[in-house]
């Protein structure tokens, strides 16, 4: 015990460029000789001796260099608070500490313990480094926990993964989505953005959307649209929680999102927007329904069409009548039967009629003998009867023609006219 209070006198006694260049003098350290290069790290910080401290901050970690020795636990389990202690913003110490942690990260022959413990040295690094906007190291280290991530996805889970969704603290992702819209015409810069939020996420994600929902600017509002479509598969999932939200504007901007990344699962989703109270809502839900170039979106937008506004539904019709796809004919004939828009029904029994399938048939027929409807609307639908020759076209002519009406009978002068050919 007096030996150890000695020792501590006499290096207490010592000049700090003694101290400087005792612990620059070793390899490895013991935990009191780690306590005394921290306290040392600390004066020197104080002094405003940046360059010394950096370079005895990195000359602890020389131990990492050598491939082919053993790494300690314990040393290796004291750099997260060395990095903590360290002043990152002097140029050259985290990008080469982040390259010698990368190298071990990578290491077949590295423990499962010591894997962690540099996955979690690795994450306080670029968090440390991102607070001095040093993003070109966190670019290295979340490629590199990513790297290691896909080498086993189950195994590397708890650190690899974890790493990476903790890689930059909300301040930093509030000044990298900043940035991106300060310099929103730089695509380089744009990359970069999108890379580092991708490997935060999906806390980055959600940061996003906060902005996209409150920006009142139009083209930061598109710029956004198009970083969170960059953003990968976790965006998509994220933008569903958004479809049912009370504000209009929110829901549109949603949609926009969708339309971006061109979900092919979206007509699984976009319902509630197709059919929102808000024209410009119904407007863009159009809008991303199409642009997901899905085959079922045929479908769904026809069984949306009673609830369009009429401008949309002009332009829906527009897009149904390119697809004629055959399961839209059950919602158009319902929407030709109820619909209150007379330019529109008119309209859908165009579509209807364009379709070239037995079930379109079918339901012309169906909507001819609805007598409550417009006489010109079931005119129409004998009319579009007429134009086809096929064996069930003329079967539902002769049924037609057995009915009652003036409208009967100008089904009979049809097949008059054809048995006389």
């Known amino acids: 015990?007096?030996?150890?209070?000695?020792?501590?006198?006499?290096?207490?006694?010592?000049?700090?460029?003694?101290?400087?260049?005792?612990?620059?003098?070793?390899?490895?350290?013991?935990?009191?000789?780690?306590?005394?290069?921290?306290?040392?790290l600390k004066e020197l910080i104080a002094q405003r001796e940046i360059d010394r401290a950096t370079a005895l901050a990195g000359h602890y970690f020389d131990f990492l260099d050598d491939a082919n020795a053993q790494i300690d636990a314990v040393e290796l389990g004291r750099a997260p608070d060395l990095i903590r202690t360290v002043p990152l913003a002097h140029a050259g110490f985290a990008s080469k500490t982040g390259e010698r942690l990368v190298r071990v990260l990578l290491r077949e022959s590295l423990s499962e313990f010591s894997h962690v413990q540099v996955a979690s040295a690795l994450t306080v690094l670029s968090q440390a480094v991102a607070a001095f906007e040093g993003?070109?190291?966190?670019?290295?280290?979340?490629?590199?926990?990513?790297?290691?991530?896909?080498?086993?996805?189950?195994?590397?889970?708890?650190?690899c993964e974890v790493g990476l969704s903790r890689l930059l603290p909300p301040a930093a992702i509030e000044r990298i989505i900043e940035i991106f819209l300060q310099q929103r015409g730089d695509s380089t810069w744009g990359k970069t953005a999108s890379s580092l939020l991708r490997f935060a996420a999906p806390g980055s994600i959600v940061a996003v959307f906060n902005h996209l929902i409150e920006e009142q600017d139009a083209r930061n509002r598109l710029a956004l649209m198009?970083?969170?479509?960059?953003?990968?598969?976790?965006?998509?999932?994220?933008?569903?929680k958004y479809m049912t939200d009370e504000r209009w504007y929110v829901v549109r901007n949603i949609c926009g999102v969708l339309a971006e990344m061109k979900d092919p699962d979206l007509a699984d989703h976009i319902t509630p927007a197709?059919?929102?109270?808000?024209?410009?809502?119904?407007?863009?839900?159009?809008?991303?329904?199409?642009?997901?170039?899905?085959?079922?979106?045929?479908?769904?937008?026809?069984?949306?069409?009673?609830?369009?506004?009429?401008?949309?539904v002009d332009e829906a019709l527009d897009e149904l009548m390119f697809l004629r796809h055959v399961k839209t004919?059950?919602?158009?004939?319902?929407?030709?039967g109820t619909?209150?828009?007379?330019?529109?029904?008119?309209?859908?029994?165009?579509?209807?009629?364009?379709?070239?399938?037995?079930?379109?048939?079918?339901?012309?027929?169906?909507?001819?003998?609805?007598?409550?409807?417009?006489?010109?609307l079931r005119r129409a639908a004998l009319n579009a009867l007429?134009?086809?020759?096929?064996?069930?076209?003329?079967?539902?002519?002769?049924?037609?023609?057995?009915?009652?009406?003036?409208?009967?009978e100008e089904a009979r002068a049809e097949l008059r006219v054809r048995k006389a050919r």
């Open 329 to 336: 004919v059950r919602a158009l004939e319902e929407f030709i």
């Open 386 to 408: 007429c134009q086809h020759q096929s064996p069930v076209a003329v079967e539902l002519l002769q049924q037609l023609a057995a009915s009652h009406g003036s409208l009967a």
């Open 339 to 376: 619909s209150g828009n007379p330019a529109g029904a008119r309209k859908a029994l165009q579509v209807l009629a364009a379709i070239d399938d037995d079930d379109a048939l079918h339901a012309l027929a169906r909507l001819f003998h609805r007598e409550e409807l417009d006489s010109k």
């Open 1 to 40: 015990m007096q030996e150890r209070i000695r020792e501590e006198l006499h290096w207490s006694a010592l000049h700090p460029t003694k101290k400087y260049s005792r612990l620059m003098d070793n390899k490895h350290y013991s935990p009191t000789e780690f306590r005394r290069l921290t306290d040392l």
């Open 135 to 159: 993003f070109q190291t966190v670019q290295m280290i979340g490629a590199a926990l990513e790297n290691s991530l896909k080498r086993d996805p189950a195994k590397h889970k708890k650190c």
């Open 226 to 240: 198009r970083l969170v479509g960059q953003l990968g598969p976790s965006s998509v999932q994220i933008a569903y």
């Open 274 to 312: 197709l059919e929102h109270a808000d024209a410009r809502v119904q407007q863009a839900a159009l809008k991303a329904l199409l642009s997901s170039r899905t085959v079922r979106a045929a479908p769904v937008l026809a069984a949306s069409l009673s609830k369009f506004a009429p401008s949309v």
